[in-house]
């Protein structure tokens, strides 16, 4: 038992490590054509791998600066549900939660924000709560989930803020989960994007979000009824409607206007689309700018990227020097791994520019196959950077003990220490050899002189 909690405990840190680090997505931020003119302030296109190291930001427009996430927040408050309910072990299906005066008092009352429509007294499984709460604004939902899962609504978003610092969020920050602005309740398109990767590695939470509409049945004091998504990009009867796409989540702040994250698919290709700060409404009084928007994104992305393999794995790309190996003067340098990713249709693997770098220029003998010389930068279109692979040794090679004998009494020979004795050595026989003639000297003479 206490192994398998080790094992557990050390698949979620190498998660999260990797998720922190895969979260610095490789970015080659492609200009969008002229014709895709987004009302969007902040905006960005990420290819979907099949890991956070795998995705790549195709596109991004102010992907750092900070906006108020409204009811895009319902994305942390999904992942963190999803993560206390694994880790506790809840079942989502038996567990409720009840929606209460004190609650509704506390949180809803007099903010105008949107209700599910719960009544007091009522009690919903988990899986309903959340559910309602990531395919509607559903404030109440919202609330009694948060009490529900961490005894009090401050606890869950005390537990969101942590779990945001955990898997790299810069700037992001919640004061509650209703969604309703605050100055101390922002995010990026870049925090949103590491929020969703997080959240996408448990399956319930596609299958949530995906929802066209959920049947509730609560568990005492109400009766059953049907909720509907609210996102018309999902909706056969909506004029947006968008068949590529899977899932996604909207949320409209009062002073910056609509924001949308969304999962599109399309011909073996995953594509994330994330806008904030879309007018409410457009010049010419048009409406839904933010689905609009999200729409044109994922049709250029899907329109003009390929996915391919622009570097193999056993391409020589540099050498180094060797020492003590016998008839062989260097070792060839290969990619870690091969490297793959979504470019546009017209790059080609051989006009991708292959830049290294070495961090070591000789090695020593053994050497192990894989062992770590430098890196190779991906660029395109002169400067775009598309990724990096570490470079290592395509071989291992053993020591060849009489060159290492060889080149070890070569090393004395050129150690300063070596020449420095050495010429001590011979200043002291120097001086032995000129006080001996002196000394033979003086006593020849003083024989002569006895004589």
């Excluded at 929606?99 to 809803?108: A, R, S």
């Excluded at 919640?174 to 605050?182: E, I, P, R």
């Excluded at 622009?310 to 020589?316: H, K, V």
């Amino acid at each position: 038992m206490l192994l398998k909690k080790i094992f557990s405990a050390l698949t979620v840190l190498t998660l999260l490590c990797a998720l922190a680090v895969g979260f610095a997505a490789p970015a080659a931020a492609y200009t969008l054509p002229e014709d895709v003119r987004l009302n969007a302030r902040a905006a960005a296109v990420v290819f979907l791998g099949g890991s956070a190291e795998e995705d790549a930001f195709i596109y991004e427009k102010d992907a750092d600066a900070v906006h108020a996430p409204a009811a895009l927040v319902r994305l942390m408050a999904g992942a963190y549900t999803l993560k206390q309910v694994k880790e506790k072990g809840l079942d989502m299906n038996t567990v409720g939660g009840t929606y209460t005066l004190d609650l509704f008092n506390t949180y809803v009352a007099g903010t105008g924000v949107t209700a599910a429509g719960m009544e007091f007294g009522e009690q919903w499984s988990l899986r309903d709560l959340l559910t309602v709460s990531m395919i509607q604004t559903a404030s109440d939902a919202a609330i009694t989930l948060a009490a529900t899962v961490s005894g009090s609504v401050e606890e869950f978003v005390a537990g969101m803020n942590a779990l945001a610092t955990e898997i790299g969020c810069e700037k992001t920050h919640f004061a509650n989960v209703t969604g309703l602005d605050s100055l101390s309740q922002y995010t990026t398109v870049r925090d949103l994007y590491r929020i969703l990767r997080y959240a996408m590695q448990y399956p319930e939470f596609a299958e949530i979000c995906s929802q066209v509409q959920y049947n509730v049945q609560p568990l005492s004091g109400g009766r059953g009824y049907t909720i509907v998504n609210r996102l018309d990009m999902l909706r056969a009867s909506s004029t947006f409607r968008y068949t590529p796409l899977k899932y996604g989540r909207t949320g409209l702040s009062e002073h910056e206007g609509w924001g949308l994250a969304s999962v599109a698919s399309d011909s073996g290709y995953d594509y994330l689309v994330i806008v904030l700060g879309c007018p409410t409404k457009g010049e010419n009084g048009q409406v839904g700018l933010h689905y609009l928007d999200t729409m044109a994104l994922f049709r250029w992305a899907f329109r003009n990227f390929t996915y391919k393999t622009l570097l193999a794995d056993s391409e020589i790309l540099s050498s180094v020097k060797v020492r003590h190996v016998w008839g062989r003067q260097s070792v060839n340098l290969v990619p870690a791994k091969a490297f793959s990713t979504v470019v546009p249709n017209t790059v080609e693997a051989g006009t991708v520019i292959k830049k290294v770098t070495l961090t070591q220029t000789e090695l020593t003998a053994p050497i192990e196959k894989g062992t770590v010389c430098g890196k190779v930068e991906l660029i395109v279109n002169v400067d775009e950077k598309i990724g990096e692979v570490e470079l290592v040794t395509a071989e291992g090679m053993q020591k060849n003990a009489l060159l290492a004998a060889l080149s070890g009494i070569g090393s004395v020979f050129t150690s300063v220490w070596f020449w420095l004795i050495f010429c001590v050595l011979l200043a002291l026989i120097i001086g032995y050899i000129v006080y001996a003639v002196l000394d033979a000297r003086r006593h020849r003479r003083r024989v002569g002189k006895k004589r």
